[in-house]
């Protein structure tokens, strides 16, 4: 099993960055695939980002790509999301996401941390 933890999420103004962390314990060396999603009021919820294990290849979606940054500690026990110039819409509750599978994250996930809330002021 595998436990995740997020934090980071907080207020800001428009343009800023700041920086989410997902804490991941129990049996860590299982996870094949890491990820961010995320969910505002009333939409589905979506794909951030996503980070593999094999080649530590990345894949972002088109509205984040060039502001977002996903990676891990040397540990790799811990996710991070750097948000850059973040705007209005990317106001939602973010999620951590892990899979044991040799699956892109946006496709399957074992384990969903419960959520920090971004908000991003105009």
């Known amino acids: 099993q595998v436990q995740l933890v997020e934090s980071g999420g907080r207020l800001v103004r428009a343009g800023d960055s700041l920086r989410l962390s997902c804490a991941a314990s129990?049996?860590?060396?299982?996870?094949?695939?890491w990820g961010w999603f995320r969910q505002a009021p009333g939409k589905e919820r979506e794909f951030v980002a996503g980070?593999?294990?094999?080649?530590?290849?990345?894949d972002y979606a088109d509205s984040v790509e060039g502001r977002f940054t996903i990676s891990r500690d040397n540990a790799k026990t811990t996710l991070y999301l750097r948000m850059d110039s973040l705007q209005p819409e990317d106001t939602a509750i973010y999620h951590c996401?892990?899979?044991?599978?040799?699956?892109?994250?946006?496709?399957?996930?074992?384990?969903w941390g419960q959520g920090t809330q971004v908000t991003v002021s105009s």
């Open positions: 980070l593999s294990r094999s080649d530590g290849g990345t």
């Open positions: 129990g049996d860590t060396l299982s996870i094949y695939a």
């Open positions: 996401a892990a899979s044991r599978f040799r699956l892109p994250i946006w496709a399957y996930a074992d384990y």
